[in-house]
């Protein structure tokens, strides 16, 4: 049982580029979210998804995009990346509001 | 609004020594609590959970936690630290319907020899 995967685990990127951080849970989760985390501030919520076809914002949603297509699947999009999303980037699910969330091992990503 | 304080970004403690992380919770809800552990370039495991069932919260690997709601606090415990506790901790508030989740800032967890 994979639990909860993200790929890939490190990338560089200039600024201006744009790229897809996966997420795949194979735990039949209806909840899913992606955090990003930086020093001293805990984990803060980017988007999350209550089901296939729903999406919603989170805490600190600009400069990102979400789409849910499938139950297993919720890739996270930066369309023009800046140096203030250097961070590292979790993917998480669970099967429900007040049930624990499994999370990946992260992306981490640079942009120069 | 919900919020999560830990009330010590730092704690050192000596290997075999008790182990006390602080965390106080703001909630209109009546609250789901969560303790995960972040070991270095990993993601976050859970510890242990409340849900409105027993106040002392049992986990993995020896750890504790017990909810006051007189106090709002869920501190985490463990009787003896061991090496391989050195990580850093996040206490989560989940409350409402709306399935976001508040993060504590974390506590950085030293074991030191």
């Known amino acids: 049982n994979a639990g909860v995967t993200q790929t890939p685990k490190f990338q560089v990127l200039k600024t201006g580029q744009s790229m897809t951080l996966q997420c795949a849970q194979d735990?039949?989760?209806?909840?899913m979210s992606w955090y990003r985390q930086d020093p001293g501030m805990g984990l803060r919520l980017i988007h999350y998804?209550?089901?296939?076809?729903?999406?919603d914002q989170g805490e600190v949603p600009n400069g990102y995009n979400v789409s849910r297509s499938t139950t297993e699947d919720f890739p996270l999009r930066l369309l023009s990346a800046a140096p203030s999303q250097t961070s590292v980037y979790f993917c998480?699910?669970?099967?429900?509001?007040?049930?624990?969330?499994?999370f990946g091992d992260g992306t981490r990503l640079s942009i120069l | 609004a919900q919020s999560v304080t830990q009330l010590d970004s730092h704690v050192s403690v000596s290997e075999g020594t008790p182990v006390l992380l602080r965390c106080n919770y703001s909630?209109?809800?009546?609250?789901?609590l969560f303790w995960y552990v972040q070991h270095p370039n990993k993601g976050l495991q859970l510890l242990l959970k409340?849900?409105?069932?027993?106040?002392l919260v049992k986990g993995i690997n020896g750890f504790e936690a017990e909810f006051k709601k007189s106090e709002t606090s869920f501190h985490l415990t463990k009787p003896s630290a061991h090496m391989s506790d050195a990580a850093e901790y996040f206490c989560?508030?989940?409350?409402?319907?709306?399935?976001?989740?508040?993060f504590g800032k974390g506590t950085l967890l030293t074991v030191n020899p």
């Open positions: 998480a699910s669970s099967q429900g509001s007040n049930q624990p969330q499994h």
């Open positions: 735990m039949n989760h209806e909840y």
């Open positions: 998804s209550v089901g296939a076809g729903i999406t």
């Open positions: 909630s209109s809800y009546s609250p789901s």
């Open positions: 409340y849900t409105s069932a027993a106040t």
């Open positions: 989560v508030l989940s409350g409402g319907s709306n399935y976001k989740l508040t």
